[in-house]
Protein backbone atom coordinates (compact mmCIF):
# COMPACT_ATOMS: atom_id res chain seq x y z
CA UNK A 1 0.00 0.00 0.00
CA UNK A 2 1.08 3.40 -0.70
CA UNK A 3 1.11 6.28 2.05
CA UNK A 4 4.56 8.41 3.92
CA UNK A 5 6.03 6.55 6.70
CA UNK A 6 7.49 8.92 9.97
CA UNK A 7 10.76 7.41 11.82
CA UNK A 8 10.90 7.84 14.25
CA UNK A 9 7.49 7.67 16.33
CA UNK A 10 8.66 8.88 19.63
CA UNK A 11 11.75 10.75 20.02
CA UNK A 12 13.90 12.76 22.59
CA UNK A 13 16.10 15.28 22.43
CA UNK A 14 19.37 16.54 24.86
CA UNK A 15 19.78 20.31 24.75
CA UNK A 16 22.45 20.93 22.28
CA UNK A 17 21.60 18.30 20.13
CA UNK A 18 20.66 18.15 16.64
CA UNK A 19 18.60 15.02 16.08
CA UNK A 20 17.00 14.12 12.38
CA UNK A 21 12.98 12.94 12.00
CA UNK A 22 12.87 10.68 8.87
CA UNK A 23 9.96 10.64 6.07
CA UNK A 24 9.69 8.82 3.25
CA UNK A 25 6.46 8.11 1.07
CA UNK A 26 6.10 5.85 -2.03
CA UNK A 27 3.33 7.42 -3.39
CA UNK A 28 5.14 9.13 -6.54
CA UNK A 29 4.53 12.67 -5.26
CA UNK A 30 5.66 15.63 -6.51
CA UNK A 31 5.62 18.14 -3.38
CA UNK A 32 6.52 17.30 0.42
CA UNK A 33 5.68 19.71 3.72
CA UNK A 34 6.77 19.85 7.03
CA UNK A 35 4.46 21.06 9.77
CA UNK A 36 4.37 21.25 13.37
CA UNK A 37 1.66 20.53 15.66
CA UNK A 38 1.43 22.18 19.02
CA UNK A 39 -1.36 22.23 21.63
CA UNK A 40 -4.71 24.34 21.07
CA UNK A 41 -2.88 25.62 17.58
CA UNK A 42 -3.22 25.00 14.03
CA UNK A 43 -0.72 22.82 11.84
CA UNK A 44 2.60 25.55 11.25
CA UNK A 45 4.31 25.01 8.05
CA UNK A 46 8.29 24.63 8.98
CA UNK A 47 9.45 23.73 5.28
CA UNK A 48 8.29 22.34 1.53
CA UNK A 49 9.57 21.22 -1.54
CA UNK A 50 8.27 21.26 -4.70
CA UNK A 51 10.66 18.79 -6.87
CA UNK A 52 14.30 17.15 -5.83
CA UNK A 53 16.88 19.56 -4.46
CA UNK A 54 14.62 22.77 -4.22
CA UNK A 55 12.89 23.37 -0.73
CA UNK A 56 11.38 26.68 0.47
CA UNK A 57 10.97 28.32 4.00
CA UNK A 58 7.70 28.46 5.93
CA UNK A 59 6.18 30.50 8.46
CA UNK A 60 8.44 28.91 11.11
CA UNK A 61 11.59 27.78 9.39
CA UNK A 62 14.19 28.72 12.23
CA UNK A 63 16.30 26.17 13.71
CA UNK A 64 15.22 23.60 11.45
CA UNK A 65 16.81 22.60 8.35
CA UNK A 66 15.77 20.03 5.64
CA UNK A 67 16.94 18.04 2.51
CA UNK A 68 15.25 16.56 -0.93
CA UNK A 69 17.76 14.10 -2.64
CA UNK A 70 15.22 12.01 -3.48
CA UNK A 71 11.73 12.14 -5.09
CA UNK A 72 10.60 9.50 -2.03
CA UNK A 73 12.42 11.03 1.04
CA UNK A 74 12.58 14.24 2.75
CA UNK A 75 14.23 14.93 6.26
CA UNK A 76 13.96 17.44 8.71
CA UNK A 77 16.32 17.98 11.16
CA UNK A 78 15.95 20.40 14.38
CA UNK A 79 19.17 22.01 15.35
CA UNK A 80 19.83 23.20 18.76
CA UNK A 81 19.04 26.52 17.71
CA UNK A 82 15.55 25.75 17.86
CA UNK A 83 14.61 26.84 21.53
CA UNK A 84 11.14 24.86 21.88
CA UNK A 85 11.20 21.81 19.81
CA UNK A 86 8.61 20.36 21.82
CA UNK A 87 6.16 19.17 19.79
CA UNK A 88 3.96 17.17 17.40
CA UNK A 89 5.70 16.60 13.67
CA UNK A 90 3.97 15.77 10.37
CA UNK A 91 5.47 14.98 7.37
CA UNK A 92 2.84 15.36 4.78
CA UNK A 93 3.07 15.10 0.26
CA UNK A 94 0.24 16.17 -2.38
CA UNK A 95 0.53 15.63 -6.22
CA UNK A 96 1.47 18.99 -6.84
CA UNK A 97 1.31 21.68 -4.09
CA UNK A 98 -1.72 23.73 -5.23
CA UNK A 99 -5.42 22.28 -5.37
CA UNK A 100 -4.58 18.73 -3.98
CA UNK A 101 -5.23 17.35 -0.72
CA UNK A 102 -2.45 16.17 1.37
CA UNK A 103 -1.30 12.64 2.85
CA UNK A 104 0.04 13.26 6.36
CA UNK A 105 2.27 10.52 7.79
CA UNK A 106 1.49 9.47 11.53
CA UNK A 107 3.81 11.93 13.12
CA UNK A 108 6.83 12.02 15.51
CA UNK A 109 6.96 13.31 18.87
CA UNK A 110 9.69 15.05 19.75
CA UNK A 111 10.56 15.74 23.72
CA UNK A 112 12.99 18.04 24.89
CA UNK A 113 14.98 16.31 28.06
CA UNK B 1 -4.60 37.62 12.00
CA UNK B 2 -6.51 34.32 11.47
CA UNK B 3 -6.88 33.67 8.55
CA UNK B 4 -9.05 30.32 9.22
CA UNK B 5 -11.11 30.12 12.41
CA UNK B 6 -12.88 26.51 13.66
CA UNK B 7 -16.18 26.90 16.03
CA UNK B 8 -16.84 25.62 18.77
CA UNK B 9 -13.23 24.10 19.84
CA UNK B 10 -15.27 21.15 21.24
CA UNK B 11 -18.44 19.39 20.89
CA UNK B 12 -19.65 17.13 22.43
CA UNK B 13 -22.75 14.68 21.09
CA UNK B 14 -25.31 12.16 22.14
CA UNK B 15 -24.88 9.13 19.17
CA UNK B 16 -27.58 9.74 16.59
CA UNK B 17 -27.82 13.74 17.58
CA UNK B 18 -27.16 15.45 14.53
CA UNK B 19 -24.85 18.54 14.47
CA UNK B 20 -22.55 21.42 12.33
CA UNK B 21 -19.20 22.11 12.54
CA UNK B 22 -18.49 25.60 11.03
CA UNK B 23 -14.99 26.95 9.51
CA UNK B 24 -14.45 30.76 9.31
CA UNK B 25 -12.11 32.05 6.61
CA UNK B 26 -10.50 35.26 5.50
CA UNK B 27 -8.60 34.67 2.44
CA UNK B 28 -9.05 36.20 -0.80
CA UNK B 29 -8.19 33.67 -4.04
CA UNK B 30 -9.39 31.23 -2.71
CA UNK B 31 -7.96 27.91 -4.40
CA UNK B 32 -9.17 25.32 -2.12
CA UNK B 33 -10.71 24.39 1.31
CA UNK B 34 -10.16 21.08 2.68
CA UNK B 35 -11.28 19.11 5.96
CA UNK B 36 -9.31 16.58 7.71
CA UNK B 37 -10.06 13.90 10.57
CA UNK B 38 -7.35 13.13 13.42
CA UNK B 39 -7.31 10.90 15.38
CA UNK B 40 -5.39 11.41 18.73
CA UNK B 41 -1.69 10.81 18.46
CA UNK B 42 -1.83 10.26 14.79
CA UNK B 43 -1.79 12.54 11.41
CA UNK B 44 -4.44 14.28 9.94
CA UNK B 45 -6.85 12.47 7.42
CA UNK B 46 -8.05 13.64 3.90
CA UNK B 47 -11.80 14.27 3.44
CA UNK B 48 -12.78 16.80 1.31
CA UNK B 49 -11.78 19.33 -0.95
CA UNK B 50 -14.07 22.12 -1.80
CA UNK B 51 -12.77 24.59 -4.81
CA UNK B 52 -15.89 26.69 -5.10
CA UNK B 53 -19.08 28.72 -3.43
CA UNK B 54 -22.28 26.23 -3.62
CA UNK B 55 -20.37 23.33 -3.81
CA UNK B 56 -20.92 20.33 -1.21
CA UNK B 57 -19.49 17.08 -0.74
CA UNK B 58 -20.83 14.21 1.25
CA UNK B 59 -19.29 10.90 2.53
CA UNK B 60 -21.29 8.49 4.52
CA UNK B 61 -22.13 10.58 7.73
CA UNK B 62 -20.32 13.60 6.53
CA UNK B 63 -21.72 16.55 4.53
CA UNK B 64 -19.69 19.50 3.68
CA UNK B 65 -20.68 22.57 2.22
CA UNK B 66 -19.04 26.01 1.42
CA UNK B 67 -19.37 29.71 1.36
CA UNK B 68 -17.72 32.92 0.03
CA UNK B 69 -16.93 33.20 3.98
CA UNK B 70 -17.40 29.72 5.47
CA UNK B 71 -17.68 25.88 5.18
CA UNK B 72 -19.70 23.50 7.46
CA UNK B 73 -18.95 19.83 7.91
CA UNK B 74 -22.16 18.61 8.71
CA UNK B 75 -22.67 15.34 10.37
CA UNK B 76 -25.81 13.49 10.49
CA UNK B 77 -26.67 10.24 13.33
CA UNK B 78 -23.29 10.58 14.65
CA UNK B 79 -21.69 7.37 15.86
CA UNK B 80 -19.22 6.75 18.30
CA UNK B 81 -16.42 6.15 16.04
CA UNK B 82 -16.68 9.84 14.48
CA UNK B 83 -15.41 11.01 17.61
CA UNK B 84 -12.02 12.95 16.38
CA UNK B 85 -10.33 16.41 15.94
CA UNK B 86 -11.87 18.14 12.70
CA UNK B 87 -9.04 20.30 10.87
CA UNK B 88 -10.24 22.65 8.13
CA UNK B 89 -7.86 24.40 5.81
CA UNK B 90 -7.92 27.02 3.33
CA UNK B 91 -5.25 27.19 0.70
CA UNK B 92 -5.25 30.87 -1.42
CA UNK B 93 -3.71 31.67 -4.28
CA UNK B 94 0.74 31.57 -4.59
CA UNK B 95 -0.08 31.21 -0.30
CA UNK B 96 0.52 27.88 1.26
CA UNK B 97 -2.01 25.65 3.21
CA UNK B 98 -3.61 27.44 6.35
CA UNK B 99 -4.54 25.05 8.89
CA UNK B 100 -7.67 25.85 11.74
CA UNK B 101 -6.77 24.44 15.42
CA UNK B 102 -9.79 21.99 14.73
CA UNK B 103 -12.74 21.27 16.51
CA UNK B 104 -12.44 18.04 19.38
CA UNK B 105 -15.85 16.12 18.33
CA UNK B 106 -17.06 13.55 20.72
CA UNK B 107 -19.74 11.33 20.22
CA UNK B 108 -21.25 9.41 23.49
CA UNK B 109 -23.24 6.24 23.24
Not at chain 2, 43 to 70: C, D, H, I, Q
Request: charged content about 25%; aromatic content about 12%.
Amino acid sequence: DGGITQSPKYLFRKEGQNVTLSCEQNLNHDAMYWYRQDPGQGLRLIYYSQIVNDFQKGDIAEGYSVSREKKESFPLTVTSAQKNPTAFYLCASSIGRERYGYTFGSGTRLTVV
Amino acid sequence: EDQVTQSPEALRLQEGESSSLNCSYTVSGLRGLFWYRQDPGKGPEFLFTLYSAGEEKEKERLKATLTKKESFLHITAPKPEDSATYLCAVQAEWDDMRFGAGTRLTVKP
